[in-house]
């Protein structure tokens, strides 16, 4: 479980900015999955990709968006930020034995 | 869609007694149900899951419940130790086949006091 890795950790923005998240995916997995997490809160579903085509798509406005690539990596992508978007970002790499695996998120703090 | 709900909030128990956590879901056609245990500033770690097919899974201390007629499923803690403390998440898979989105229940901050 420890080979889903997600960059960077931390991220501190201002209102209106730009973020980019990375996440890849445990070695042979080819699907992932975004998720918010807010504090006090259970994980919100955002996104789900496999192989590179968009699964699935939660409750968040069309700021957030997301892609994944050859490798099974993906982007979680958000524009003009909002202080709501302050939250835990994971990642979740899926497999049929697995089940769904969570990284160490990216916390992001909008200012 | 697909909605969890998970009692109690809060849950503080004695070192070595046991601990229960219950949530309930609202699709019949969700089939996988698995748990987390996130610790302070920490990702969510699954710790036990169940399918659908089957109404009960141990794995050592930990086990889960379900009962789909009811729709609801459990997790069972025994012998609880303090570094069981954390917040514990149920979900459920949404049963449309097309994705692994997990519906989250609010979670259970449990408490082991030495």
């Known amino acids: 479980d420890a080979g889903v890795t997600q960059s960077p950790t931390h991220l501190i923005k201002t209102r209106g900015q730009h973020v980019t998240l990375r996440c890849s995916p445990i070695s042979g997995h080819k699907s992932v999955s975004w998720y918010q997490q807010v504090l006090g809160q259970g994980p919100q579903f955002i996104f789900q990709y496999y192989e590179k085509e968009e699964r699935g798509r939660g409750n968040f406005p069309d700021r957030f968006s997301a892609r994944q690539f050859p490798n099974y990596s993906s982007e979680l992508n958000v524009n003009a930020l909002l202080l709501g978007d302050s939250a835990l970002y994971l990642c979740?790499?899926?497999?049929?034995?697995?089940?769904?695996?969570f990284g160490s998120g990216t916390q992001l703090s909008v200012l | 869609g697909e909605n969890v709900e998970q009692h109690p909030s809060t849950l503080s128990v004695q070192e070595g007694d046991s601990a229960v956590i219950k949530c309930t879901y609202s699709?019949?056609?969700?089939?996988?149900f698995p748990w987390y245990k996130q610790e302070l500033g920490k990702r969510p770690q699954l710790i036990i899951d169940i399918r659908s097919n089957v109404g009960e899974k141990k794995d050592q201390r930990i086990a889960v419940t379900l009962n789909k007629t009811a729709k609801h499923f459990s997790l069972h803690i025994t012998e609880t130790q303090p570094e069981d403390s954390a917040v514990y998440f149920c979900?459920?898979?949404?049963?449309?086949?097309?994705?692994?989105?997990?519906?989250f229940g609010t979670g259970t901050l449990l408490a082991v006091q030495p």
């Open positions: 699709d019949s056609a969700s089939n996988y």
């Open positions: 979740a790499s899926h497999g049929i034995r697995q089940g769904s695996i």
């Open positions: 979900a459920a898979m949404e049963g449309n086949g097309a994705t692994n989105k997990l519906i």
